[in-house]
């Protein structure tokens, strides 16, 4: 109930409701976008379902959040953050309508590949300047940490809704390049409106108070230190480096089978019709996010009891357990649902493992750069699965030796953690 009274509280804020406003409205016209774009580059009859052009697809949806996104803090610190909602959101229209337009006019091509990139760069802006806005509108401490607990939260959730919207409106367009047009189309509009909102906001009432005016090229090294440092840190740790290292080796894995997901959504679920792969496909993630779900009220009810090192160990047994069920013979929709399941709550628990031993075990001085490569880390594991699925995996998804591979990895690693992991920091000076 003080959660509810809170929200109140902050909604009587004028400031709040315009940025949540943006906030609301943009990452729905967001969710719009990655559905309509992940339509048109994985499911739509015009897009190559091949692993090399999946994979393809897929690094350069993902290549924003490992490049630009530890950068976004330079710029926002110099540019009104209002401006960059406003500004920002247009630009997303301009690119959406153009990528709409380029889909009716030459089908797939290598500037839809382009612009995406481009958009989903901005997004990484507009997502890091909500964040960075939110203490300006919300000067009460106590407020601000649930506005941080609840916005992110709330604008996932419209994210969502907006994906599962551009997912009704493919169904019910007709078939074709016509369907992915409009799937855009209509996320340019909802873009313009988040657009529009921002104008509701001051000038500058997002800051920043007090522009940043040192060189732009000396703020970018300092923020490429600042990651090194980081990763020397972690590493002098011990035990923060060690579950870095097992999470991305487990994302790595992951994000090989995700993209043998996709592949075996469109190619062996669905029997090579892309309509009905993207319904199988929404059906798999479902699944991952069931069992991400059920990962929140195992770890807390079971995962408190264990040492965070053997609960990431036990979860990387779990999707070890996972793969195997997808080797002995070729997978129907059940035994794909329930693998995913399986995988999605390992996923989810070792994750919360892992952010439970930075946060604990790195000096607070630290802690910034510490969580900054460890996002940096998290994203460049899945661009570089992508490269590997480009070369293994085949095009119908499904491989009984790559499953047993990708097991036999997340059981070595677990056996690593568990058995030769680090159970304490070790003590090293404040510099590193």
């Known amino acids: 109930m003080s959660v509810f009274r809170e929200l109140r509280a902050l909604l009587a804020r004028s400031g709040f409701r315009k940025l949540f406003a943006v906030r609301l409205v943009s990452q729905a016209g967001d969710g719009m976008f990655q559905v309509g774009l992940a339509n048109l580059l994985f499911f739509s009859p015009e897009s190559h379902g091949s692993a090399p052009a999946i994979a393809g697809a897929f690094a350069v949806m993902l290549a924003p959040f490992t490049v630009v996104g530890p950068f976004a803090g330079v710029f926002l610190d110099r540019w009104q953050r209002r401006q960059v909602l406003v500004v920002g959101n247009a630009v997303r229209v301009v690119i959406t309508a153009a990528m709409a337009?380029?889909?009716?006019?030459?089908?797939?091509?290598?500037?839809?590949?382009?612009?995406?990139?481009?958009?989903?760069?901005?997004?990484?802006?507009?997502?890091?300047?909500?964040?960075?806005?939110?203490?300006?509108?919300?000067?009460?401490?106590?407020?601000?940490?649930?506005?941080?607990?609840?916005?992110?939260?709330?604008?996932?959730?419209?994210?969502?809704?907006?994906?599962?919207?551009?997912?009704?409106?493919?169904?019910?367009?007709p078939p074709g390049q016509i369907q992915d047009a409009t799937a855009l189309t209509c996320a340019a509009v909802v873009m313009g409106g988040a657009s529009l909102?921002?104008?509701?906001?001051?000038?500058?009432?997002?800051?920043?108070?007090?522009?940043?005016?040192?060189?732009?090229?000396?703020?970018?090294?300092?923020?490429?230190?600042?990651?090194?440092?980081?990763?020397?840190?972690?590493?002098?740790?011990r035990t923060p480096g060690q579950a870095l290292l097992a999470m991305a080796a487990h994302r790595f894995c992951y994000g090989v089978v995700f993209i043998a997901s996709i592949l075996m959504a469109r190619n062996l679920l669905a029997d090579g019709d892309p309509a009905s792969g993207l319904a199988v496909f929404a059906q798999v993630v479902g699944a991952t996010g069931v069992g991400g779900g059920l990962a929140i009220v195992v770890t807390a009810g079971i995962g408190r009891r264990m040492a965070p090192q053997s609960w990431i160990a036990t979860m990387l047994v779990v999707a070890a357990a996972s793969q195997l069920l997808l080797v002995p013979v070729e997978p129907g929709l059940v035994l794909v649902l329930g693998a995913a399941g399986l995988l999605g709550m390992a996923a989810q628990g070792a994750k919360i493992a892992v952010d439970t031993i930075v946060q604990r075990d790195s000096s607070d001085e630290f802690r910034g750069r510490a969580f900054a490569f460890f996002d940096v880390l998290y994203n460049a594991a899945f661009v570089g699965a992508a490269a590997l699925a480009a070369a293994v995996v085949p095009d119908m998804g499904w491989s009984p030796g790559l499953f047993a591979v990708l097991a036999g990895v997340y059981l070595v690693a677990g056996m690593l953690v568990g058995f030769r992991g680090a159970r304490e920091p070790r003590e090293i000076a404040a510099a590193v």
């Not at 960075?132 to 407020?143: F, I, M, N, Y």
Request: hydrophobic share 55%; glycine share 14%; net charge positive.
């Open 197 to 237: 909102l921002g104008l509701r906001l001051g000038r500058s009432e997002l800051g920043p108070v007090v522009p940043a005016d040192g060189r732009l090229g000396r703020e970018i090294v300092v923020v490429a230190r600042g990651l090194a440092d980081g990763a020397r840190y972690l590493t002098a740790r």
């Open 101 to 173: 337009v380029l889909m009716v006019a030459d089908g797939v091509s290598v500037w839809i590949y382009v612009l995406g990139l481009a958009a989903l760069s901005v997004n990484r802006f507009l997502l890091a300047g909500l964040s960075a806005g939110l203490p300006l509108v919300v000067e009460d401490k106590k407020l601000l940490l649930t506005a941080n607990a609840l916005t992110p939260t709330l604008g996932a959730g419209a994210a969502f809704l907006g994906g599962l919207s551009a997912f009704v409106v493919g169904q019910v367009a």
